[in-house]
Structures are given as structure tokens and as C-alpha cells.
């Protein structure tokens, strides 16, 4: 079992920043991948960004340029570090770690981003 632990969503406006965190702990040692979704109100949940054990990094062609993701593998901790947000990355953000097969999912943290 992987617990994550979501922090740093809240109130921006547009073209300001954020930083999420995202806290991991039990199996850590087995987690490969993390990364961070988002889901809007009506909407399907979509990747944001992803990150390796290695570092090796995806993103979303609607956030390249303007969001990056770290790890921290001492901390057991991953980052997304969001900047030049705009109104439509409003929505909750959620953290997910790949075990195996399995996937784990933060509670998540709402990100609003007022024009």
C-alpha cells in the first residue's frame, strides 16, 4: 500500500504561480512512476505531467513550457511547480504513484485561477 498526501493548491490569479506537493509514504521502495492529474467539474480526469524513479519526465502538450514536475526520491516527495497559470487549469490536482500494476491516488487539491 502507497499513501500520497497532496498540499500547495489554493487561489491565484492568472499569470501567477503555484507549487504542489505531493508527500508519499508505506511501500515507497516499489513506487515507479508518479505524476500529477487534474480533473475539472464535468470533465474526465487528464495527465498533467509524470516523472520516472530516474527523473525522466511527460508532459501535457497544455502545459509544456510553463509547468515542471521534480523528485525528490530522499523525501519521498514530488513536485509540480506551475507558473504563468491561466483561468482553464482550474481544477482539482491529483497525485498518483504506479506500484507494479497498481495505481495510487492523493485525495487532491483544488487549484482555482481567477482571469
Known amino acids: 500500500q502507497v499513501q500520497l498526501v497532496e498540499s500547495g493548491g489554493g487561489l491565484v490569479q492568472a499569470g501567477g504561480s503555484l507549487r504542489l506537493s505531493c508527500a508519499a509514504s508505506g511501500n515507497i521502495r516499489s513506487i515507479g512512476v508518479m505524476g500529477w492529474y487534474h480533473q475539472a467539474p464535468g470533465k474526465q480526469r487528464e495527465l498533467v505531467a509524470t516523472?520516472?524513479?530516474?527523473?525522466?519526465?511527460n508532459y501535457a502538450d497544455s502545459v509544456k513550457g510553463r509547468f515542471t514536475i521534480s523528485r525528490d526520491n530522499a523525501k519521498n516527495t514530488v513536485y509540480l511547480q506551475m507558473n504563468s497559470l491561466k483561468p482553464e487549469d482550474t481544477a482539482v490536482y491529483l497525485c498518483?504513484?504506479?506500484?507494479?500494476?497498481?495505481?495510487?491516488w492523493g485525495q487532491g487539491t483544488q487549484v482555482t485561477v481567477s482571469s
Open positions: 498518483n504513484a504506479v506500484v507494479w500494476v497498481t495505481n495510487y
Open positions: 516523472i520516472t524513479s530516474r527523473g525522466s519526465t
